[in-house]
């Protein structure tokens, strides 16, 4: 054995050290794994992530006051003191007879701040001189929290009805899990308070089927229990229901359940873990088609470990379960097999080369080892920048970066440790095809093997073709990329896509002025109309106000008497597009002198409409009508604007025109449509528009960040800017095929699109920079340039294949069964990740060849 061989025996690692000490290996997989389940149990879960809490509704009661006078003498001082406020984002306020309510938005910080700022402005407020009569302002910076369970008490008597929600009210208040609980629909003996004040106008009224299949409408009270945080939802709704079923109930009582956060967190997290399973399955039968069935049974135990450990560190960091952190091991999983069949990969060469297993095993991955952690950091690289994004959004998918951040950590140390491991006892060598390896007999992996070693000599020729002409194959392919530019226009935006709940919303206004009594007519012949749908199983009917709070991104609705809002349950989630096209249609030809609104359950940021118009200055009642006009002959559903209410943004005379695109159309092509003819002024766009622009630069940001860090890491793994340039100049390739994706798909260009994109970059470079680093290898050991070119991408064919392929193909359960919020983002990386790897292949080398008879690289 060489000197060199000599090296590389002495040293090994933590690589060496679970060869040489295999009992202590397999005590550590075993705590490892013990360590991962019981994790997995104690994990909180949760449907959707949690938004935080930086806005709160101030409101004041001024009993006979006009909205002139609420306007002047409550809105504008409290306006002007909240103003004082140093960690102030937004301030929007309407005033209306009797009250005023003024909507208070923070900037995004950690909780206790947050919590110090209220503090602040309650001291501000305390401060504010109001006229004789007039209540004290009420600061709620809890009204957007969600009921976890939402239960309809109902009966032919409201007496009984209040008198039982209020026991069933105070048997859950003496729960340890339940937090606040709130009653709708309870008359107020006197008003006294705010709360009182809106109760006063405020009935519910409950639509549900009964057995036989019949409709049946009665009074009914709503309870809304929220569950105290760190509770798991499962145990916490076996409570409540267990709490419940002791309260004694008066004949002809009953109680049913509108809205159950429990089961939505259940059906969701189950529709992901049989996803990630199928990934799971995807992935190993992948690696078992390109690895002989001893690689791939090594990548195969790999999963679970790196899982374990993933599991154990989202513990330790209070990451629950929940469709984004889910969703992030799933598109996790292709990547995290990375390292291990790279490991595998040094380990087999290693073997094929007449290594001593008891060497080989630990020092196959020990060479590899710096190409191994610099792959692991760029994909990291790729993810962990968009803990960086701002306000609701970063809240929204924080948990995505942090979760493959640990994934990728976990299968770095996986690598190192258990691949080595496991590698002594069954990996036995495996030669690539490129130095004769054998073709294996069972038909569909001799079919496979068959296929790649055809494969190599195309890949062979072709690669010498692009060498010979490395200016011809560098434009091609460059212009590919401008080529596929002209698919952007054909995108579709869409901020976030509807959620795929059994539920949908029912908004009604009515005119201003007008009174409880017109509201009640109008929500009596809504409820006729949804006795008639098949479909529906259950409706709320709130009359005065809204429903209470019951997903994360309802806004709720302000007592009011020509406000109305309904809940409407269904069977099936599938059955709600068709009875949204239905209840539209009946609505507009059936019920006369009010708004209704029928909208699906959205999902990100609460917007009250997805296309809002905000206009000031002079002449808003005509600058209102221009747009109103201009929307309403793009095809906008339900034009409609609070002309009727004085609103204030940020202290400033405001009239929003909003609208609702037809069903099934896009928000942002309505609004594109109606642009060239919207009034020149004092406009701005709301809504959709305003969210997405500012998540794309906002998204700017962060791949620049990420591309910064990934070209640095670069620099440091091979001591030069030149060739971490050469590597760079491959990423834009991923974008061609990222925009064919969401062409082919029809999948809109929105928030989750963009994380795709952002991350799209660091992914391909990690798939491709074993290719780089063993060039490097080969240039070392004094292989002429074009020889080493040739070598490395045919030695690091399998591995780079490998692994692609893992990637894309764990993909395909999220893209298809995952739901329409990972549309965008799955066909991003699909498409992205294979056209770009594809053409990586061939372009690396040839830039490699150009930089070096440039003299850039030596």
């Known amino acids: 054995m060489g000197s060199k061989s000599d ?192 109760m006063a106008g405020y009935s519910v009224e409950l639509l549900h089927r009964e057995e036989g299949g019949m409709m049946r409408d009665s009074p009914s009270v709503l309870v809304a229990v929220e569950m105290k945080s760190g509770n798991h939802i499962r145990a916490f709704k076996e409570e409540m229901l267990a709490r419940v079923g002791e309260v004694p109930l008066a004949p002809g009582v009953g109680i049913m359940i509108v809205s159950d956060q429990p089961e939505a967190t259940a059906r969701r997290i189950g529709q992901f873990l049989r996803c990630f399973l199928e990934a799971v399955v995807v992935v190993v039968f992948v690696a078992s088609l390109l690895m002989d069935w001893r690689t791939a049974l090594v990548v195969a135990v790999a999963i679970p470990l790196t899982l374990a450990i993933t599991l154990g560190g989202m513990a330790a960091l209070g990451v629950p379960l929940q469709q984004i952190s889910i969703a992030a091991l799933i598109l996790a999983l292709g990547m995290l097999v990375d390292d291990p069949v790279v490991a595998s990969d040094g380990i087999n060469r290693e073997l094929a080369e007449g290594r001593p297993r008891r060497i080989a095993a630990w020092l196959g991955p020990f060479r590899l080892r710096r190409a191994i952690f610099f792959g692991t950091l760029i994909n990291i690289m790729a993810f962990l920048p968009l803990v960086l994004l701002p306000g609701d959004m970063g809240a929204f998918i924080l948990s995505l970066p942090i979760v493959m951040t640990l994934a990728l950590v976990s299968s770095r140390i996986v690598s190192m440790t258990f691949i080595p491991l496991l590698g002594y006892y069954l990996l036995r060598g495996q030669k690539g095809f490129e130095a004769g390896g054998e073709v294996r007999r069972f038909p569909p992996f001799r079919q496979v093997d068959l296929a790649l070693r055809a494969l190599l000599p ?270 760079m100049l491959t990423v834009p390739l991923g974008l061609i095929g990222a925009f064919v994706g969401l062409a082919a798909t029809h999948a809109s260009f929105g928030f989750m699109a963009l994380i795709g994109l952002v991350s799209l970059a660091g992914v391909i470079v990690s798939h491709i920079i074993v290719l780089s680093d063993f060039i490097e290898e080969e240039r070392a050991a004094g292989v002429a340039l074009e020889e080493a070119l040739t070598r490395a991408a045919l030695v690091r064919l399998r591995a780079v294949l490998a692994t692609v392929f893992a990637t894309v193909c764990g993909l395909i359960p999220l893209a298809l069964t995952g739901g329409e919020l990972w549309r965008p983002l799955t066909a991003v990386h699909l498409f992205g990740l294979l056209f770009g790897t594809l053409l990586t292949l061939l372009l690396l080398p040839v830039l490699y060849l150009l930089f070096a008879r440039w003299r850039l690289i030596r």
């Open 458 to 727: 195309r890949y062979r020729a072709t690669l010498g073709f692009a060498l010979r002409h490395p200016l011809a194959t560098t434009v091609t392919a460059y212009g590919l990329l401008v080529a596929s530019t002209l698919l952007i226009p054909f995108f579709g935006k869409q901020f976030f896509p509807p959620a795929e709940r059994n539920q949908l919303l029912v908004d009604i206004q009515l005119p201003e002025g007008s009174p409880i009594e017109r509201t009640l007519e109008v929500t009596h012949q809504v409820g006729e109309i949804l006795r008639g749908e098949a479909s529906v199983e259950s409706a709320a009917i709130v009359s005065g106000g809204g429903t209470p709070m019951f997903y994360y991104n309802i806004l709720p609705r302000q007592p009011s008497p020509q406000v109305a809002q309904v809940l409407v349950n269904t069977r099936h989630a599938d059955e709600v597009p068709g009875l949204i096209v239905r209840l539209r249609e009946a609505f507009d030809r059936e019920v006369s002198g009010a708004l209704c609104l029928v909208k699906q359950i959205e999902q990100g940021p609460a917007l009250e409409t997805p296309i809002e118009i905000l206009l000031t200055g002079p002449d808003l009642p005509e600058q209102a009508a221009l747009v109103t006009k201009a929307l309403t002959t793009a095809g906008a559903y339900q034009v409609h604007d609070d002309a009727g209410v004085i609103t204030h943004v940020d202290r400033e005379r405001t009239v929003t025109v909003r609208a609702l695109p037809p069903f099934g159309e896009l928000a942002s092509r309505v609004l594109d449509k109606a642009r060239p003819h919207l009034p020149e002024g004092a406009i701005a766009f709301g809504g959709e528009d305003r969210e997405l622009r500012k998540s794309q630069q906002e998204m700017k940001r962060v791949l620049l960040i990420s591309l910064a860090l990934i070209s640095l890491a670069m620099m440091i793994q091979f001591r030069s800017v030149a060739k971490s340039v050469v590597v």
């Open 7 to 198: 090296e590389a025996v002495s040293g090994g690692g933590v690589a060496r050290f679970f060869v040489e000490h295999r009992w202590f290996g397999w005590l550590a997989m075993a705590a490892i794994l013990a360590w991962g389940w019981v994790s997995f149990q104690k994990l909180p879960r949760q449907e959707d992530p949690t938004f935080p809490t930086h806005d709160a509704l101030l409101v004041t009661v001024f009993p006979g006051a006009p909205a002139t006078t609420i306007e002047e003498a409550i809105t504008n001082p409290l306006e002007e003191a909240l103003s004082r406020l140093p960690s102030l984002e937004s301030i929007r306020s309407q005033s209306r007879d009797n009250h005023s309510v003024i909507l208070i938005t923070l900037r995004s910080g950690k909780k206790e701040e947050i919590e110090r700022h209220w503090e602040e402005a309650r001291e501000i407020l305390r401060s504010v001189e109001l006229p004789p009569g007039c209540g004290s302002p009420e600061l709620d910076p809890d009204f957007q929290l969600p009921a976890t369970l939402l239960f309809a008490v109902h009966g032919e008597d409201r007496g009984e009805v209040e008198a039982s929600a209020e026991r069933i009210a105070g048997e859950l208040g003496r729960t340890k899990r339940a937090g606040r609980i709130r009653q709708f629909g309870n008359a107020p003996e006197a008003i006294l308070s705010f709360a009182d004040f809106a």
